[in-house]
């Protein structure tokens, strides 16, 4: 059996979306992640080292969105899935980007995606 770790409401600063204005500005998108990891073999040795360490790959979803640039979200939700499971080895994911403001009746809009089989 996987058990999940999560991040919730991780904020990114990105260049993300279709309008020209958009190309030039950096935006907030808001991160959700649940991936499938076996968290009894960390918990066992009480290591960091055979956990998935949640900071780490906080601060590399940080600098990959820092770094990208792309326009759609549910590309930037692809890559950063993609990234997840190269990586740092999760056999599935659940990646949801949302992106506050964009319509403005809305709180938020966005995508989630999942990749991988999650484990029995």
Not at 52 to 80: G, H, K, P
């Amino acid at each position: 059996m996987q058990d999940i770790v999560y991040i919730h409401e991780l904020r990114v600063a990105t260049v993300i979306g279709v309008y020209p204005w958009e190309r030039e500005v950096r935006q907030e998108l808001v991160l959700d992640l649940d991936m499938a990891w076996n968290t009894a073999v960390a918990a066992e040795s009480d290591e960091v080292a055979r956990a998935l360490d949640y900071a780490s790959v906080s601060d590399r979803l940080l600098e990959f969105a820092s770094e990208s640039c792309f326009q759609l979200i549910e590309t930037f939700a692809e890559q950063v899935a993609v990234l997840l499971q190269r990586e740092y080895s999760v056999p599935w994911v659940q990646v949801s980007v949302a992106k506050p403001g964009a319509v403005r009746a809305a709180g938020s809009v966005g995508v989630r995606i999942v990749r991988g089989e999650r484990p029995q």
